[in-house]
């Protein structure tokens, strides 16, 4: 069994605005600094993060100077829906998005990714990861957490997920031999008490 971490970046002003970001690539807002430190429990854990400048900044400010840069933690791309919220689509598309959303995995914005193909490109990098044996924590991004998680639990993305998860915590996996995924200790609280 080897252990997986993943932590979302910290906030954008996009993400304050409810505005999917996808492959933009925005630094993290300035005027919100949240006072984030690293559990203990990621002590000894070697570092990955996505390429995207927020990411990469989170990095940074959690105090993590050798963060290896690994293209597969990329966000999934949202193509034509990038720089919308999830309001406005909705509201714009209709029924289009009521049946664009009830695909779960298979869900696919024009010109985007799906969340499967999510998985497709992360799985590899799971195996690796497993092979290695070595603990692992990344910084990435809600679109990758989210498909690992369904790997972990079978969730098909249509309902409600089978962990509510706090986007200001490091969430554990536990990858088996083959790199499949198990959801060992999610929402590991990153904020200070």
Do not use: Y
């Amino acid at each position: 069994m080897t252990l997986l971490a993943l932590i979302r970046h910290m906030p954008t002003e996009w993400n304050a605005a409810g505005i999917l970001q996808g492959r933009s690539d925005l630094p993290l807002a300035e005027d919100v600094a949240p006072d984030w430190r690293l559990p203990a429990e990621l002590d000894g854990f070697a570092w990955l993060t996505s390429p995207l400048r927020r990411a990469v900044e989170t990095a940074g400010r959690l105090g993590i100077r050798e963060a290896v840069v690994e293209p597969r933690l990329t966000e999934m791309e949202w193509g034509e829906w990038q720089g919308a919220s999830l309001a406005a689509l909705r509201a714009r598309l209709g029924a289009e998005m009521v049946l664009a959303e009830a695909a779960g995995l298979d869900l696919r914005p024009p010109g985007g990714e799906s969340p499967r193909e999510v998985q497709a490109r992360v799985t590899p990098l799971l195996v690796e990861i497993a092979r290695s044996g070595r603990p692992i924590a990344a910084i990435t991004h809600k679109g990758v957490i989210r498909a690992v998680l369904a790997l972990a639990t079978g969730w098909d993305m249509r309902d409600k997920p089978p962990h509510r998860l706090s986007w200001a915590a490091a969430h554990l996996f536990r990858l088996d031999s083959a790199g499949r995924p198990a959801v060992e200790r999610p929402n590991l609280p990153l904020a200070r008490p």
